[in-house]
């Protein structure tokens, strides 16, 4: 299973995947929007395909989006993964990988679609709180739950300490859903996501 990996910025998630995933999962190709992303040296120090499509370099969202899909299909994915990758993508594109493009989001889908997640948590006062693997649909973080993690928030949490104990969480939701994707055991249909009944 050909995974592409979209990024911005440190890559936390990606490592995670690269940690984690075993065949027939396999990480042929990673790509940032940003020339800084800390996520590039990691899939080159994985010896992973790695390049740089900065948004900065197009006038226009659709012309940005035109240009990635380029460079995504070169690669043949079966599946692409949005793993902090800070981008509102185009209805061309999503439509273009409908049913194989996932997104991790660091709330309780469907609490706290957008961004602040943690800081919305906290001031809604929750007592717990996670991230969520999704399929990508045109609604911003609103397509077909996958799998949820969840974590208890503390009385002294603030946004960084929450943020934390949810990345632990993300590190390890991501690699899950990623290896039954491509495992073919999870499938994206009118209804929504589906799991085989096995794994539940
Ligand atoms: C993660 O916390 C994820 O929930 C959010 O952005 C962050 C990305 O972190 N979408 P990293 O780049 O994977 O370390």
Same mark, same amino acid.
């Given at each position: 299973c050909r995974i592409v990996v979209l990024i911005s910025g440190s890559g936390s998630n990606l490592q995670a995947l690269i940690d984690q995933l075993d065949t027939?999962?396999?990480?042929v190709g990673v790509i940032a929007?940003?020339? %800084?992303? =800390?996520g590039l040296q990691r899939a080159a120090a994985a010896g992973i395909a790695n390049e740089c499509l900065d948004? %900065?370099? =197009?006038?226009s969202r659709e012309a940005f989006d035109q240009a990635l899909m380029a460079r995504i299909d070169a690669y043949q994915p079966d599946l692409v993964v949005l793993a902090g990758f800070m981008r509102i993508l185009t209805p061309e594109l999503v439509s273009h990988y409908r049913g194989r493009m996932l997104n991790i989001h660091?709330?309780?889908?469907?609490?706290?679609?957008?961004?602040h997640t943690h800081q919305r948590a906290l001031e809604a006062g929750d007592v717990e709180h996670g991230a969520t693997i999704h399929f990508v649909t045109q609604e911003l973080d609103g397509g077909p739950l996958v799998v949820q993690g969840r974590v208890s928030v503390l009385t002294n949490d603030n946004p960084e300490t929450l943020a934390a104990r949810v990345q632990l969480v993300e590190h390890q939701l991501y690699p899950l859903a990623v290896n039954w994707f491509a495992q073919g055991r999870l499938r994206f249909d009118a209804e929504g996501a589906r799991l085989d009944e096995e794994l539940i």
């Open positions: 027939p999962a396999d990480i929007n940003r020339p %800084q992303a =800390y948004h %900065q370099d =197009y006038t660091p709330s309780l889908l469907p609490r706290y679609k957008g961004l």
